[in-house]
């Protein structure tokens, strides 16, 4: 999906990306990127909010499992996490990205319930690991 379309989707289905002004800068079928800015998502500390990161990184997850779907074959795709753990190793106060990757080569089968596991990092300062559910809707209700 070309990525300004992505975005525009992500905002209207997920208003509160939009709030965060969270936006992918990059998308294929083995790697994402998600641009998280610092501005408006600071604490009382002066670093980013834990939330908003945490935010990123599984919007970064979810879209990697998305464009894989879709390039599986997948006419009306889904994603939902299931299980995440994350680690916050320091402070940040800049803009930061997230990177998504497949920690585990997926097999993706239309019409089946799948599970895909992702890597999803900001440097060295936030490590993700995050599982979805991937599926199809059908398409009489897509």
């Known amino acids: 999906m ?3 379309e992505l975005n525009r989707r992500i905002c209207a289905d997920i208003p509160s990306v939009g709030a965060m002004r969270l936006a992918v800068i990059s998308a294929g079928a083995a790697r994402v990127a998600v641009r998280i800015p610092a501005e408006g998502n600071g604490n009382d500390k002066g670093t980013l909010f834990a939330g908003v990161l945490y935010s990123g990184l599984v919007l970064a997850g979810w879209c990697l499992a998305m464009e894989r779907a879709r ?3 997948f006419v009306h795709p889904w994603a939902a996490i299931v299980d995440a753990s994350v680690k916050y190793v320091r402070p940040l106060r800049a803009d930061v990205e997230a990177v998504a990757v497949f ?3 997926p097999h993706l089968v239309p019409g089946a319930r799948n599970w895909v596991c992702t890597s999803v990092s ?6 993700f690991v ?6 199809e809707t059908p398409a009489d209700r897509g």
Do not use: K
Request: glycine share 24%; charged share 25%.
């Open 130 to 135: 995050g599982r979805y559910a991937v599926g």
């Open 71 to 73: 390039g599986s074959g």
């Open 103 to 105: 920690a585990e080569e």
């Open 2 to 4: 070309d990525i300004a």
């Open 122 to 127: 900001i440097g060295s300062e936030v490590a």
